[in-house]
């Protein structure tokens, strides 16, 4: 698995009530994820921060915890 940090644009409501779209401003949030990309699909990546890899002697697979599904139309960057 390789480890990556994502930089993408969440989507999130700024508003609930009516007003004017000229009110309406166009705000962009970026955000930074890092993780393993445990799937690197075609529409989504999908990572996880946490890590626990498998242990024969105590008869334990790989875990993970916190995974997190990004669309990749949102994605700017990975690396």
Same mark, same amino acid.
């Given at each position: ?14 508003? #609930?009530?009516?007003?004017?779209? #000229?009110?309406? #401003? ?54």
């Amino acid at each position: 698995m390789r480890l990556v940090k994502v930089t993408w644009v969440d989507s999130f409501g700024v508003g #609930s009530d009516w007003r004017p779209l #000229s009110c309406v #401003s166009d705000i962009e949030h970026i955000c930074i994820s890092v993780g393993y990309l445990v799937k690197d699909g075609m529409h989504v990546k999908v990572i996880v921060p946490h890590y626990s890899p498998a242990n024969a002697d105590i008869d334990a697979d790989e875990h993970g915890c916190g995974d997190m599904a990004i669309p990749c139309a949102s994605i700017v960057e990975i690396v």
